[in-house]
């Protein structure tokens, strides 16, 4: 298995743009989480699916993100209008629930918005 | 309630020595441990994880020593090489949740 993917790798984009990350969790994985890892900050959890259905959005910054899961295989975070503070690496994460309790991490997504 | 405290936030170690990386929680009902390991490009990894029900877990050289009634564990890193320089995040779980709490990391930087 390949691993969850991740795209795009990096991200520049200008403020008041709409950016779209994209994620492909592990085959067979039921849950997935969009993470945001700054210096300050650290990993932040915005939101997790369980089988697809958003279960906890808690960590959504603002009304900016959204997050949708439209199948098993597929998960989009999208940032619109987009500001400078929104700058950081944005990770996917999947999980089998019932298989275990590891978490496996993308590669990420460096998001600078300039 | 809900936060791991790690500490300390960098840390230098000669090529031999031993890395240590401390963990504090509060919250009892966590009952699974793991820590992560970050390559500068790359996502988070799973190095090791501990339950509760052991005070130490052994994996080459790298352990995890865990004292429940401090509520606190640690990641000690033996004979450490270069290799190892990375970030290292403690987290913390209750089984049948789905809610991660990280530490902040720590960025060991080990010297040749």
């Known amino acids: 298995d390949a691993g969850v993917i991740q795209s795009p790798r990096h991200e520049v984009t200008e403020m008041g743009q709409e950016v779209t990350l994209r994620c492909k969790p592990i085959s067979g994985h039921n849950s997935l989480f969009w993470y945001r890892q700054t210096m300050m900050r650290g990993l932040e959890l915005l939101i997790y699916?369980?089988?697809?259905?958003?279960?906890?959005d808690s960590g959504m910054p603002e009304d900016r993100f959204s997050a949708k899961m439209p199948n098993a295989s597929f998960s989009t975070l999208k940032i619109q209008p987009s500001e400078p503070r929104d700058s950081a690496v944005y990770f996917c994460a999947s999980r089998n629930r019932e298989g275990g309790t590891e978490a496996f991490f993308g590669q990420g997504t460096r998001l600078t918005v300039v | 309630q809900q936060q791991v405290k790690q500490s300390p936030q960098s840390l230098i170690v000669q090529k031999g020595g031993i890395s240590i990386i401390n963990c504090a929680y509060e919250n009892t009902a966590f009952d699974y441990f793991p820590w992560y390991q970050q390559f500068p490009g790359k996502g988070p990894a799973l190095l090791i994880a501990?339950?509760?029900?052991?005070s130490e877990k052994k994996e080459g050289r790298f352990t995890i020593s865990f004292n429940k009634s401090a509520k606190q564990f640690s990641l000690h890193i033996m004979d450490s090489q270069p290799g190892d320089s990375a970030t290292y995040f403690c987290?913390?779980?209750?089984?049948?949740?789905?809610?991660?709490?990280f530490g902040t990391g720590t960025r060991l930087k080990v010297l040749a």
């Open positions: 699916f369980n089988n697809n259905v958003p279960i906890d």
């Open positions: 501990i339950r509760p029900d052991v």
């Open positions: 987290a913390a779980l209750q089984e049948g949740t789905y809610k991660y709490i």
